[in-house]
């Protein structure tokens, strides 16, 4: 492969970015919209666009403790990369984005990972009831009272007037 066909060859990615959560659930779509717009300006094709939602950051980033995570995947000329990183840098509602090259999977691979995560989830969910048959099963053996008899609130007085008639103070 020549070195203008590798410049040239389309590649896959993914881009994470964090918007601001000063706007509101309304004002972030027109800026999504944006920066899609952006990729395909430099000739990118969108192929998923996940909603993360808003989250809290482990660390402030510009001031900001929370921010709307967002997921696109895309294909894109290599030589167009580096122009959108630049464009995305100065993009002031983006607090952070990050571009990683993507490996597309294939339907076995897709099948593989789904089986995948259902056999974990089947197991979690063995764990939790085995947990909770465990957490019935020490209630059960934990006596209610641990050997302490009720005392009424009548009972309770009169033996306090006892104690306050008695000379023994």
Same mark, same amino acid.
């Given at each position: 492969?020549?070195?203008?066909?590798?410049?040239?060859?389309?590649?896959?990615?993914?881009?994470?970015?964090?918007?601001?959560?000063?706007?509101?659930?309304?004002?972030?779509?027109?800026?999504?919209?944006?920066?899609?717009?952006?990729?395909?300006?430099?000739?990118?094709?969108?192929?998923?666009?996940?909603?993360?939602?808003?989250?809290?950051?482990?660390?402030?980033?510009?001031?900001?403790?929370?921010?709307?995570?967002?997921?696109?995947?895309?294909?894109?000329?290599?030589?167009?990369?580096?122009?959108?990183?630049?464009?995305?840098?100065?993009?002031?509602?983006?607090?952070?984005?990050?571009?990683?090259?993507? @490996?597309? /999977?294939?339907?076995? %691979?897709?099948?593989? #990972? =789904?089986?995948?995560?259902?056999? !974990?989830? +089947? $197991?979690?969910?063995?764990?939790?009831?085995?947990?909770?048959?465990?957490?019935?099963?020490? @209630?059960? /053996?934990?006596?209610? %009272?641990?050997?302490? #008899? =009720?005392?009424?609130?009548?009972? !309770?007085? +009169? $033996?306090?007037?006892?104690?306050?008639?008695?000379?023994?103070?």
């Amino acid at each position: 492969m020549t070195e203008e066909q590798q410049e040239l060859r389309v590649e896959h990615y993914e881009m994470l970015y964090i918007l601001s959560a000063n706007y509101t659930a309304e004002e972030i779509k027109p800026i999504i919209e944006k920066i899609a717009s952006l990729i395909k300006e430099q000739h990118g094709e969108i192929t998923k666009d996940e909603d993360a939602g808003k989250l809290k950051f482990a660390y402030p980033i510009k001031q900001q403790n929370h921010g709307y995570y967002r997921l696109f995947e895309f294909n894109l000329v290599k030589n167009n990369l580096q122009n959108l990183n630049k464009i995305l840098g100065l993009t002031n509602e983006i607090l952070r984005f990050i571009i990683v090259k993507k @490996k597309i /999977k294939t339907e076995t %691979e897709l099948k593989k #990972e =789904k089986d995948l995560q259902d056999k !974990l989830a +089947k $197991k979690k969910e063995k764990e939790i009831e085995k947990i909770k048959a465990d957490k019935k099963e020490i @209630k059960e /053996k934990v006596p209610k %009272e641990r050997g302490r #008899e =009720k005392i009424s609130l009548e009972d !309770l007085d +009169k $033996k306090l007037d006892e104690i306050l008639d008695t000379n023994k103070l």
